[in-house]
């Protein structure tokens, strides 16, 4: 096959049939396998004083894959109360999670998840007066915007002055006047600065905690975030992540040479750990083009409502072509896929940059009826994807065991389930 065509990564074209008649389609598939080769790798980084890896449970909060890291002996990062509750809910103690939400109302949920160890990362200086006000005398987390990011696209960014995330670095003051206020302890700096961020930019936020963690001689952990690089489509580099882990173990090194303080490193993967362990296999089921100037166009029973991040953040998905009979073809073609989603930007071969544009992918020559696999399906796509839009139901999804065999994790929705909250006044 032509070298731009890309190829699945865990599954062989017979595992593609079998998961459609099995389970239907659209279907995600998980691999057991290439979850555990990734928390091995992130768990090994080279680190000075102790490493903490925490799963990003927003990237695939699925209570199998849940499960699975925490078997690992993996921490948790959670965005919400709510990923926090579907954690415990998984079985997960509550001392193993580690909260950092934009919302964090201190109502009974949360408080009772705090008292039973949940380890709380004010994000504001707001979040930090309500926290103070709770547990005067506790010890708290801070996440702080080191006055810049770096990200896969710009809407990645998550640092820098056109970020909400985080307490801005020139308010350090104001930080260490309410720690003071309510007798905190400061224990653990978090800073995050983007996902698919660029490593020698984590570095420079490494040294900004650095200097912060100075004033506050409480500090035992930083915490690096998430964000880290995979390698989903041929055109991508190598990431090297054990490159930036040494300069960061070296950065340590030094504080501890001056300071006498050994301080801990904690990360927060999700993409990393899960992306390139999952797959969506969806059926092609129209087959259309513009004329022979214009584009050609697959239409697949999937889109946004199964994964938005072509859409919404103009990135690609390696995309593979699998005949519903017999070998892989090695006739190439370039040709759009789009949802099956009534709406004009369910489009998953578009980019963004340096202008928004189609981009077709090369794929092995496609009918209707054939599968079209979308790789790198594991993280941010159930978990982010526009649900019930057009009223389709929630996709199955399927773990692939280490043993090859088959397990369902979760059902598809049927058309009661999707409406099972809805309320019909009297009277209608």
């Known amino acids: 096959m032509d070298v731009e065509v890309e190829s699945l990564k865990f599954l062989s074209p017979d595992d593609v049939r079998m998961v459609a008649e099995?389970?239907?389609?659209?279907?995600?598939?998980?691999?057991?396998?290439t979850i555990?080769?990734?928390?091995?790798?992130?768990?090994?980084?080279?680190?000075?004083?102790?490493?903490?890896?925490?799963?990003?449970?927003?990237?695939?909060?699925?209570?199998?894959?849940?499960?699975l890291f925490d078997r690992e002996g993996f921490a948790f990062d959670a965005s919400s109360v709510w990923e926090a509750r579907r954690a415990?809910?998984?079985?997960?103690?509550?001392?193993?999670?580690?909260?950092?939400?934009?919302?964090?109302?201190f109502d009974h949920s949360l408080k009772e998840l705090i008292d039973q160890g949940l380890q709380f990362d004010a994000g504001s200086l707001h979040q930090l007066t309500e926290y103070g006000k709770q547990y005067p005398s506790g010890s708290i987390a801070v996440r702080v915007n080191p006055g810049f990011g770096s990200g896969l696209v710009n809407r990645l960014n998550s640092g820098g002055v056109n970020s909400?995330?985080?307490?801005?670095?020139?308010?350090?003051?104001?930080?260490?006047?309410?720690?003071?206020?309510?007798g905190l302890k400061l224990v653990r700096l978090q800073s995050h600065i983007g996902s698919?961020?660029?490593?020698?930019?984590?570095?420079?936020?490494?040294?900004?905690?650095?200097?912060?963690?100075?004033?506050?001689?409480?500090?035992?952990t930083l915490d690096l975030g998430g964000g880290?690089?995979?390698?989903?489509?041929?055109?991508?580099?190598?990431?090297?992540?054990?490159?930036?882990?040494?300069?960061?173990?070296?950065?340590?090194?030094t504080f501890a040479e001056e300071t006498?303080?050994?301080?801990?490193?904690?990360?927060?993967?999700?993409?990393?750990?899960?992306?390139?362990?999952g797959a969506l296999v969806t059926r092609v089921i129209d087959r259309t083009d513009t004329g022979s100037e214009g584009q050609t166009f697959l239409k697949i029973n999937s889109g946004l409502t199964e994964i938005a991040r072509p859409s919404y953040y103009g990135v690609t998905h390696p995309l593979v072509s699998v005949p519903a009979e017999?070998?892989?073809?090695?006739?190439?073609?370039?040709?759009?896929?789009?949802?099956?989603?009534?709406?004009?930007?369910?489009?998953?071969?578009?980019?963004?940059?340096?202008?928004?544009?189609?981009a077709p992918a090369s794929l092995g020559r496609t009918e209707i009826g054939d599968y079209l696999v979308i790789e790198r399906a594991g993280s941010y796509c159930s978990s982010m994807s526009m649900k019930n839009f057009n009223s389709y139901p929630e996709a199955a999804e399927v773990l692939r065991r280490a043993d090859g065999s088959l397990d369902l994790i979760r059902s598809r929705q049927t058309l009661e389930q999707l409406v099972a909250n809805e309320v019909i006044p009297s009277g209608l």
């Open 88 to 105: 415990v809910l998984a079985g997960v103690h509550p001392g193993r999670i580690s909260l950092t939400a934009q919302e964090a109302v």
């Open 164 to 182: 909400s995330f985080g307490i801005w670095h020139d308010q350090i003051p104001e930080m260490k006047a309410a720690l003071e206020e309510y």
């Open 326 to 358: 017999g070998p892989l073809r090695t006739e190439v073609e370039k040709c759009n896929v789009v949802g099956h989603c009534c709406i004009a930007g369910d489009v998953l071969t578009a980019v963004y940059q340096p202008e928004e544009a189609l």
């Open 196 to 220: 698919g961020h660029h490593w020698n930019i984590l570095v420079d936020a490494v040294k900004k905690l650095l200097a912060i963690a100075r004033q506050f001689p409480d500090v035992q």
């Open 260 to 277: 006498g303080r050994r301080l801990r490193i904690e990360v927060e993967p999700g993409t990393f750990l899960t992306a390139l362990s």
């Open 228 to 253: 880290y690089r995979v390698k989903a489509l041929l055109s991508d580099p190598e990431y090297d992540h054990t490159e930036w882990a040494r300069v960061v173990a070296d950065e340590l090194t």
């Open 36 to 67: 555990k080769r990734a928390a091995a790798e992130m768990a090994a980084l080279p680190n000075a004083f102790g490493l903490t890896v925490r799963y990003s449970l927003k990237a695939c909060p699925s209570q199998a894959i849940i499960r």
């Open 22 to 33: 099995r389970f239907g389609t659209p279907t995600f598939v998980y691999d057991e396998a």
